[in-house]
Nanobody
């Protein structure tokens, strides 16, 4: 079992930045690839970014590429999402999730552990 707790969400103006954190506890954090997803009201949960176990490789949705950066610190059992140049359409609840597989999954169905989410609101 892995417990995930997100933090760092809030209200920001368009063009601003936020850094989300996801702290993990339980099983060995470095055994899991980690992903960030988001869900806006009335929408399906969508893939944002993924990082491999070592942190060497990262993957992004086209909508955030060049603006968001995923990173991890395995010594601190934490994964981060740095979000720059935020847009109103980035408004959503953001979730971190853990995946045991080495396959690059973008479907939320493939992730086994989830945090409770943190709200990000971008005003225009």
């Amino acid at each position: 079992q892995v417990q995930l707790v997100e933090s760092g969400g809030g209200l920001v103006q368009a063009g601003g930045s936020l850094r989300l954190s996801c702290a993990a506890s339980g099983r060995t954090f470095s055994n899991y690839a980690m992903g960030w997803f988001r869900q806006a009201p009335g929408e399906e949960r969508e893939f944002v970014a993924r990082i491999t176990r070592s942190g060497r490789n990262t993957y992004y949705a086209d909508s955030v590429k060049g603006r968001f950066t995923i990173s991890r610190d395995n010594a601190k059992n934490t994964v981060y999402l740095q979000m720059n140049s935020l847009k109103p359409e980035d408004t959503a609840v953001y979730y971190c999730a853990a995946d045991l597989s080495t396959v690059v999954h973008t479907s939320p169905l493939e992730y086994v552990y989830w945090g409770q989410g943190t709200q990000v609101t971008v005003s225009s």
